[in-house]
């Protein structure tokens, strides 16, 4: 598998995909002019197993709440596609099928039309998301469903390259939480995977797989979906779903994981918030601060607009991707509403 990795021909593949969208960005613009001693470059450094990662840059953002992100150098990134490349097809065939992040075909809108298919044949839903999910995910853990079928020795050395560069890179957002099975020093458990990279989107659906089988099998729900750390169950006897509940709960401290508290099952037709949008049987409306937070942005880009700092194309195209998204609900009104105010008023309004 190594060898097949390090191949210029899967290599190649994976700077194509980590430049998708981003060949006009300075760093991928320079990697891209010497293509070819570059991608020469990293492949000895992998076949010799020389190669270590670079440092990260950090930043936050604040939609859809405050997170760090925490971007790898671009060559770190093909690197990342190269390992996906040939890791992914091991573990996507014992992927459940109701597990929607980061997989191909598997996107917001599929698991959004899933969960209203859901809600129109069950009353009940019992509503879970994880506490600090991406900081909180430990190494020594998820190296061990890794290697579960992951046996070449010399993927696991590039994994483990990876999984250390990323050690302590989200410490600072992190609040310690122990839990029964702790020694003394538990506190310096490696743990945290960065927001941004490829593989931290694709072992978030690794790290989370055991558990997908659990509540499938052990607790035998037939309807349950997850996206990323966000999952919901089913049924039409709420009793069965707090029976559920603190078995999940129970569960999910084997992979150092808890809960927000105070989930609990409620009719869906009181309305699931789930991916920016609230599900109900019969409509989909968007969020209320996502509206709002359209309305700012597009204000903004509009006096941007007009003061020559963004250009025509630029706001069109934010346009289109905040109305490409909101046409998933029942928001002909709002995307009226929001662009003709954006129109109307001032953008210092």
Request: glycine letters at 6%; proline letters at 5%.
């Amino acid at each position: 598998m190594y060898e097949q990795l390090c191949s210029w021909e899967n290599l190649l593949l994976a700077y194509k995909k980590a430049s998708r969208g981003k060949r006009g960005h300075p760093n991928v613009a320079a990697f891209e002019h010497r293509l070819e001693d570059n991608l020469c470059m990293l492949r000895e450094e992998l076949i010799k197993q020389t190669y270590t990662p670079g440092g990260y840059v950090s930043f936050y953002i604040h939609e859809p709440k405050r997170r760090l992100i925490s971007a790898a150098p671009f060559r770190d990134r093909v690197a990342h596609h190269a390992l996906c490349n040939l890791i992914e097809p091991l573990f996507e065939r014992s992927f459940i099928a109701d597990s929607y992040a980061n997989r191909v075909e598997k996107g917001t809108h599929r698991a959004l039309d899933r969960c209203q298919r859901l809600t129109r044949r069950y009353r009940y839903v019992l509503q879970f998301d994880i506490q600090q999910f991406f900081p909180a995910i430990d190494h020594a853990i998820l190296r061990g469903v890794l290697s579960r079928k992951i046996s070449d020795l010399q993927v696991l050395w590039l994994i483990d390259q990876i999984l250390a560069s990323s050690e302590g890179v989200l410490s600072e957002v992190y609040k310690m939480v122990y839990f029964p099975q702790d020694d003394l020093f538990a506190s310096a458990r490696p743990r945290g995977l960065p927001i941004g990279n490829l593989t931290s989107q694709f072992w978030a659906n690794v790290y989370l797989n055991p558990f997908d089988h659990f509540v499938k099998r052990e607790l035998g729900c037939p309807a349950y979906l997850r996206y990323v750390d966000d999952f919901l169950l089913f049924a039409d006897d709420k009793s069965l779903l707090w029976g559920w509940k603190p078995a999940i709960v129970e569960w999910l401290t084997r992979l150092r994981l808890s809960v927000h508290p105070g989930a609990h099952p409620r009719p869906v037709s009181e309305g699931i918030p789930f991916l920016g949008f609230i599900v109900c049987p019969n409509r989909r409306t968007l969020k209320r601060r996502k509206g709002i937070n359209f309305r700012r942005r597009l204000r903004a880009l509009a006096a941007q607009f007009t003061e020559g700092i963004v250009t025509l194309e630029q706001l069109a195209a934010s346009v289109r991707g905040w109305i490409n998204h909101a046409r998933y609900g029942n928001t002909v009104g709002l995307r009226k509403v929001l662009l003709k105010s954006a129109c109307l008023f001032p953008a210092s309004q």
